[in-house]
Every structure is written in structure tokens, then in C-alpha cells.
């Protein structure tokens, strides 16, 4: 608020459920700026923030609790509760939104939103600006303009605090656990569908509810399509599965890729490429600092992966060269970061003045380089065709360099091999 210009309101609507088929809902999750601002997880809300109101500044709209819907759906924390639990300064029902938010706006000279994510609340601000405009001749005073909130809001939610960051390394740490899981159960003949299984039994046993994205398990080839989610194959064996799975723990996201050998043994020209993806991995980690700009790790990575894919007679010429001309990206079409937090592409510019902005301590990156040589590679020698491999990790910048936030996933050929030697339970028909 003390960003926010004076005689201002910024207003931060919270995420309604949403229908899956005919009467069934899915799994809600709260929208996440709203989810940063208040703690608040549930559905048909609405945080206003008024500095300098008299009232109270910090206002909540949400659901009033009914013993109907309670039966069915839960216990409700109503407005009458929500001051003390949330500690906003007042809090009024949702189904008065009409009746008290008009005089709210009214006198302001700017709004603060997100528009476009709910366009059905954008509709009725905009029908409660025009209802004030239309009282101008009597002397109301409605909002004269618009600004985007995300400047303000997702500035901050890039810096992680130190509350943050733990949470995220809890969800790393029950992600490393699944992706450890998937290793010593995986065997040829198993689907890519029962791999994903494994993941999402780590997931839930150790208390996230769900994955933050939808888990990509793709074997053999399918490691070639960047974001295969079909997860409907049969894993053969001589080939590499892909996993890039990521639990949410507490609405923080973790973000983590490994592949590794259907049988447990990589092959001598698997190994050559997986070595050159995880020295890729490890070069563009150790570039993370302070001060340096957020593509370093990406051009690192295309650094080392250029100059490996030269040597094995897939690209000509000299690394820079190559890298010059784009050829390298026609193995390595994808950037190597984002940014991770509550979401798992995460909010925060990346560019600032038109640069690209330096690293700071308390943001967290994701480092995922990867190498695919399709089938259709047709250039290619046959041996390295239908070869798929990222290897990705969370990276948080601390003062004086950086934190591997999913150091507990294996990605070492050695560590991946003695991980898939372990006993195996024995699995159902």
C-alpha cells in the first residue's frame, strides 16, 4: 500500500471453483496473488486495499457461512471471523459486493487490478465506475484511471522470503523423494501411466496435495516432445524415460526433470549425451550469483551443449559459430530458467529498462537444460535418434552465490545407476 499512489484502491479477486463435467468441480486452488496476500484458501473472495481509509484499509469480501453448504462442502470462515484469523481490518459478505464496493471506489482517482484473468469481475467494476460517472452532475467523483497491479504485486512475490523459501524447499525435497521413487520402480514393460503413479503416491504421502503442473513421464521418443502429458506408453527396454514432475507444497511449486534408463543402465551413446546435458546443468548452476544477469545460465548452458554436440559430429563448425546461426537450436529449442515460486512459472519480470535484469538474492530459478534428437533427425546417425534428456533443478540466489533447492535428486550417471540397483517392491499384476 505504501507503493500505491494517494486517494487509490487496488483490488485483488480471488479464484472461483470451476465445473469439470456437468455437476462435478475441479480440485480448487486459490489464485495466487490473492492466495499471497491474505493466507485465504477459499473460494468467491475478493481483498480490497484502501489506504487512508478511516475504517480500516485492509478489507475482505468473502462467502457468509451457511450450515447447508457447510454439510456438503465444509466449514466456512464468514466475515464475522475473519478479521481475527486473517487479521485484515474489515470483512463483509460477498453477496453485498454491489452494495458496499460502489461507495468504496467512489472519491478514488485510480484503481489498482489484474485485468483480463476474470473478466467477469473486470465487467462489473466497470459497471460500477460507470454507475458513479453517471452521478457526476450531483458531484460524485469516480476513478479516472486503471493501473496494472502486477507492477507492484509481482515484484514482490519475486523475492522469496525466508518463510517462502522453506516451503519450497519442502516441496523439493518431497519431489527429490518421488523422482527417487520412480527410479528404483521404473523396469521395462511398466507404462509411463504406473511411472506417474509412483510420483504422485510420493506426492501425497508426504502431505502435498496435488503436482503443480501436469507431470510429463515420456519414454523413449516421447522425451522429444517437450510437454507430453499423454503418459500412455509402454516403457521398452534400451530406452530413457523423461520425468519432469513437481509437487505443490503449500502452494509453492517445485519444478524438477531427470532422466534416466528404462533398465537401469544407460547405453555408451545415451551416456555421451546425458553427460553433455549434465555438464550443461552443473556449469549453468554455478553461473547463479548475484549480479549476474538471468540469462547467464541459459547462454552457459548453450555454451557447453554446443560445443558437445560439435564433438560428437552433430553440429559443424566452431561453438560460436554455431551458436551465432541458431543451428544448436534445432537439438536445444527451449530457455533454460523461469522463475519458480507459488507458481511454477513464476510472476516477475525478466527484463528491466529493455535488459535483462540481475539476479538478486531470494529469487528462485529453475535450471533445465535438455538435448532431443527426434526420430525425424534424419541428419543424425540412427544410434542418437528417438533420444530425449533435460535434467532440471531449483536454484535459489543467496547472498554471495546460490542454493540447489533439489540437490537430493540424483543426476550423476553413478548415482542414478546404484539408485535403480536398490531392491524393488514387488508390484501388483
Given at each position: 500500500m505504501s507503493m500505491m499512489s494517494p486517494r487509490s484502491v487496488a483490488l485483488v479477486p480471488g479464484a472461483g471453483v470451476r465445473l469439470r463435467n456437468r455437476d462435478t468441480e475441479y480440485l480448487f486452488r486459490q489464485d495466487s496473488d490473492f492466495l499471497y496476500l491474505t493466507g485465504f484458501t477459499e473460494p468467491d473472495a475478493l481483498l480490497v486495499l484502501a489506504p487512508g481509509r478511516a475504517h480500516g484499509e485492509v478489507i475482505l469480501f468473502c462467502r457468509e457461512r451457511e450450515a447447508r453448504a457447510e454439510l456438503y462442502d465444509g466449514e466456512r470462515l464468514g466475515p464475522d471471523r475473519a478479521a481475527a484469523r486473517l487479521k485484515v481490518d474489515d470483512a463483509f459478505p460477498i453477496n453485498d459486493l454491489d452494495d458496499i464496493l460502489p461507495g468504496l471506489l467512489e472519491g478514488c482517482e485510480r484503481i489498482y487490478m489484474t485485468l483480463?484473468?476474470?473478466?467477469?469481475?473486470?465487467n462489473r467494476v466497470l459497471h460500477w465506475v460507470n454507475a458513479i460517472r453517471a452521478r457526476e452532475a450531483g458531484g460524485a467523483r469516480s476513478p479516472g484511471e486503471f493501473v496494472a497491479l502486477k507492477h507492484l504485486l509481482h515484484e514482490q512475490r519475486l523475492f522469496k522470503s525466508a518463510a517462502e523459501l522453506s516451503l519450497m524447499r519442502e516441496a523439493a525435497r518431497i519431489t527429490a523423494g518421488a523422482h527417487v521413487r520412480a527410479m528404483r520402480a521404473c523396469a521395462p514393460g511398466m507404462t509411463e501411466l504406473a511411472l506417474e503413479a509412483e510420483l504422485h503416491h510420493e506426492f501425497l504421502v508426504n502431505g502435498a496435495r496435488a503436482p503443480a503442473y501436469p507431470s510429463i513421464v515420456g519414454g523413449g521418443a516421447n522425451a522429444c516432445v517437450l510437454h507430453y502429458v499423454a503418459n500412455a506408453d509402454v516403457l521398452r527396454d534400451g530406452d530413457l524415460v523423461l520425468i519432469d514432475a513437481g509437487c505443490e507444497y503449500q502452494h509453492y511449486a517445485s519444478d524438477i526433470t531427470r532422466t534416466f534408463p528404462v533398465n537401469g543402465r544407460f547405453s555408451a551413446p545415451q551416456q555421451a549425451l546425458y553427460e553433455i546435458v549434465l555438464e550443461a546443468n552443473r556449469q549453468a548452476i554455478a553461473s547463479c550469483r548475484p549480479g549476474v544477469h538471468f540469462m547467464t545460465p541459459h547462454e552457459t548452458a548453450v555454451q557447453v551443449m554446443t560445443a558437445g554436440l560439435i564433438e560428437l559430429g552433430m553440429l559443424d563448425g566452431t561453438v560460436e559459430e554455431a551458436v551465432a546461426s541458431g543451428a544448436?537450436?534445432?537439438?536445444?529449442?527451449?530457455?533454460?530458467?523461469?522463475?519458480?515460486?507459488?507458481?511454477?512459472?513464476d510472476v516477475g519480470d525478466y527484463r528491466v529498462g529493455g535488459a535483462w535484469r540481475e539476479l538478486e538474492p531470494g529469487m528462485v530459478l529453475t535450471i533445465e537444460p535438455g538435448i532431443y534428437i527426434p526420430p525425424s533427425a534424419r541428419t543424425v546417425p540412427a544410434r542418437w535418434r528417438g533420444i530425449g534428456i533435460r535434467i532440471e533443478d531449483d536454484v535459489a540466489i543467496v547472498r554471495g552465490g546460490h542454493e540447489v533447492l533439489t540437490e537430493g535428486a540424483p543426476k550423476s550417471v553413478a548415482e542414478v545407476e546404484r539408485v535403480m540397483k536398490k531392491p524393488r517392491r514387488a508390484r501388483r499384476a
Amino acid at each position: 500500500m505504501s507503493m500505491m499512489s494517494p486517494r487509490s484502491v487496488a483490488l485483488v479477486p480471488g479464484a472461483g471453483v470451476r465445473l469439470r463435467n456437468r455437476d462435478t468441480e475441479y480440485l480448487f486452488r486459490q489464485d495466487s496473488d490473492f492466495l499471497y496476500l491474505t493466507g485465504f484458501t477459499e473460494p468467491d473472495a475478493l481483498l480490497v486495499l484502501a489506504p487512508g481509509r478511516a475504517h480500516g484499509e485492509v478489507i475482505l469480501f468473502c462467502r457468509e457461512r451457511e450450515a447447508r453448504a457447510e454439510l456438503y462442502d465444509g466449514e466456512r470462515l464468514g466475515p464475522d471471523r475473519a478479521a481475527a484469523r486473517l487479521k485484515v481490518d474489515d470483512a463483509f459478505p460477498i453477496n453485498d459486493l454491489d452494495d458496499i464496493l460502489p461507495g468504496l471506489l467512489e472519491g478514488c482517482e485510480r484503481i489498482y487490478m489484474t485485468l483480463g484473468e476474470y473478466p467477469e469481475f473486470d465487467n462489473r467494476v466497470l459497471h460500477w465506475v460507470n454507475a458513479i460517472r453517471a452521478r457526476e452532475a450531483g458531484g460524485a467523483r469516480s476513478p479516472g484511471e486503471f493501473v496494472a497491479l502486477k507492477h507492484l504485486l509481482h515484484e514482490q512475490r519475486l523475492f522469496k522470503s525466508a518463510a517462502e523459501l522453506s516451503l519450497m524447499r519442502e516441496a523439493a525435497r518431497i519431489t527429490a523423494g518421488a523422482h527417487v521413487r520412480a527410479m528404483r520402480a521404473c523396469a521395462p514393460g511398466m507404462t509411463e501411466l504406473a511411472l506417474e503413479a509412483e510420483l504422485h503416491h510420493e506426492f501425497l504421502v508426504n502431505g502435498a496435495r496435488a503436482p503443480a503442473y501436469p507431470s510429463i513421464v515420456g519414454g523413449g521418443a516421447n522425451a522429444c516432445v517437450l510437454h507430453y502429458v499423454a503418459n500412455a506408453d509402454v516403457l521398452r527396454d534400451g530406452d530413457l524415460v523423461l520425468i519432469d514432475a513437481g509437487c505443490e507444497y503449500q502452494h509453492y511449486a517445485s519444478d524438477i526433470t531427470r532422466t534416466f534408463p528404462v533398465n537401469g543402465r544407460f547405453s555408451a551413446p545415451q551416456q555421451a549425451l546425458y553427460e553433455i546435458v549434465l555438464e550443461a546443468n552443473r556449469q549453468a548452476i554455478a553461473s547463479c550469483r548475484p549480479g549476474v544477469h538471468f540469462m547467464t545460465p541459459h547462454e552457459t548452458a548453450v555454451q557447453v551443449m554446443t560445443a558437445g554436440l560439435i564433438e560428437l559430429g552433430m553440429l559443424d563448425g566452431t561453438v560460436e559459430e554455431a551458436v551465432a546461426s541458431g543451428a544448436h537450436r534445432q537439438f536445444c529449442p527451449h530457455n533454460t530458467s523461469h522463475w519458480l515460486g507459488s507458481d511454477v512459472h513464476d510472476v516477475g519480470d525478466y527484463r528491466v529498462g529493455g535488459a535483462w535484469r540481475e539476479l538478486e538474492p531470494g529469487m528462485v530459478l529453475t535450471i533445465e537444460p535438455g538435448i532431443y534428437i527426434p526420430p525425424s533427425a534424419r541428419t543424425v546417425p540412427a544410434r542418437w535418434r528417438g533420444i530425449g534428456i533435460r535434467i532440471e533443478d531449483d536454484v535459489a540466489i543467496v547472498r554471495g552465490g546460490h542454493e540447489v533447492l533439489t540437490e537430493g535428486a540424483p543426476k550423476s550417471v553413478a548415482e542414478v545407476e546404484r539408485v535403480m540397483k536398490k531392491p524393488r517392491r514387488a508390484r501388483r499384476a
